[in-house]
């Protein structure tokens, strides 16, 4: 798809298509649309990346909480979206054993219980082993580094699926 595409599209096609950019926030494509035209890829993922970075603390960390917990209950139940299905799966998430199951839901558990948001990773740049260590490493990190580094690998997540969309290569992240 090229970037005259992108910027024909209406805005209830726009938002069908990049509504998941950011995990289960469409408001930030609704939002997006209307800074068309845009003048390539590079310039649409900064008008997606701007508008979270000028919400304040409790809407950075709402898009955040947005986010199903990686193995978590939902990949069990089926109801991940279509692009999370895909990045845990890509990682090996999907295929745990019980044990590696356990470790992570009680590693996700108290994640959540320290930062008040869900564990996020850009899960396409990570694999099984490496998922469970990065957590606990990002478990002991301060509050305030925490919601800088969960909000970097939001937007690591975009590019890749902004990337995916517009058929390019993605930026070495
Ligand atoms: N990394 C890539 N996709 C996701 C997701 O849906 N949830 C979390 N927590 N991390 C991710």
Redesign the pocket.
Known sequence: MDIEKVNSMDFGEFVDVFGNVI?RCPLIAAAVWSQRPFSNLEDLEKHFFAFIDALPQSGREGILRC????A?RELQQGT??A??RR??SGAGLTSLDADERLRLAELNAQYRARFGF???????RSDRAAVPRELARRLRCPPAQELRTALA?VKK?GHLRLADLLGAHPAGL
């Open positions: 995990e986010h199903p917990d990686l978590g991940l979206s692009e999370s990045e845990q869900p564990f996020v990773l850009a899960a396409r690998e997540i």
